[in-house]
């Protein structure tokens, strides 16, 4: 447990040169298929190394999940610049890529989170709450009343995003740009919606 | 397995009514807690009754959320009288109110349907099919012109009204009313956004 690693990379560089494999990974494996097995076969990653840094399996999962949500975030930021629909389109530009670079691993995100996997429901619940909590923080432009139906629909077009992005991938239908548009489109429609003050 | 129910029942009956049991449990469990146990304690269930008719427990639960979903779709039957704002506000207080007094039983199909559960995935899908279609079969107002981008767009509404609700379920927030009417007016809302022949 305490044995140095062996090669001159620091520990924290060493863990997070793992992750970054885990996140490759990741981005065409559901997350039950990252098993020890593949791991030494595809990255020379071994059942010794994941317990000396991990703990084991499972979390070296978590910890590629947790990477792969910090990810998600990172490449959704709103730019500064522009106004709020503006910058909605930009940042649901890069969660609609986010998702088709990392398919079957945000699937099975998705599915690992919905299903009784509480540490992983943790992490995305945790991820979903900060993408929403964002789109209130950087309202400058007021698109969004902070009350409770709003903080409900715009929870609600969160998931509708996903569905849409998750039902593109699977049968398509629409451009990516338009998708993107669709999206961002939806949110001001549905604010729009909302008796004011409700 | 070939031997006669010990009721007067027909066999089809006797079915019938082990399912009717199973739904009202349905109601306040999840699917998980709906065990051999429990069926027994609560409502004389045996094990052999349960092979008899459905061939174990799975099969039961399975049919049990079967008709859990053909509950659903009947108890969200727009009306054929009004608008088609004014249906679907009927047909989504049927929703709102059959997810209120099927909370654990929904939720625990929503939570199994999205993990890998293949037979309880293909009820959930069906039936969520089964309710878009329902929306552009009797749209007769032609709210919803029938493209991918518009059908795409409403199976992000249905995720988003399924969020809504478990989401009201959980936190509140809102009244009964107001969250029927934000979800109803949702639709029109989100449909007005997607370009025309888009």
């Not at 709103?78 to 691993?105: C, I, K, Q, T």
């Not at 609600?156 to 039902?167: F, K």
């Amino acid at each position: 447990m305490t044995t140095a690693p062996r090669t001159r990379l620091s520990s924290d560089e060493r863990r997070s040169q793992l992750l970054d494999l885990g996140v490759r990974l990741f981005a065409t494996r559901s997350l039950s298929e990252i098993s020890i097995d593949l791991l030494a076969e595809t990255a020379g990653i071994s059942r010794g190394l994941l317990y000396h840094y991990f703990g084991g399996l499972a979390g070296f999962q978590e910890a590629v999940v947790r990477r792969a949500a910090a990810d998600l975030i990172t490449r959704t930021a709103p730019p500064v610049e522009g106004d709020a629909v503006e910058r909605l389109l930009v940042s649901m530009r890069g969660y609609v890529d986010f998702v088709d670079e990392n398919y079957e691993g945000y699937l099975s995100l998705v599915t690992g989170a919905r299903s009784g996997n509480e540490s992983l429901r943790a992490i995305y619940d945790e991820a979903r709450r900060t993408l929403t909590d964002r789109l209130f923080e950087s309202d400058t432009d007021h698109l969004l009343e902070d009350t409770p139906a709003m903080r409900l629909l715009v929870h609600g077009w969160s998931a509708l995003a996903e569905e849409m992005v998750l039902g593109w991938k699977a049968r398509g239908g629409v451009t990516r740009d338009e998708l993107v548009e669709l999206i961002t489109g939806a949110l001001p429609a549905l604010a729009g919606a909302v008796p004011s003050g409700g």
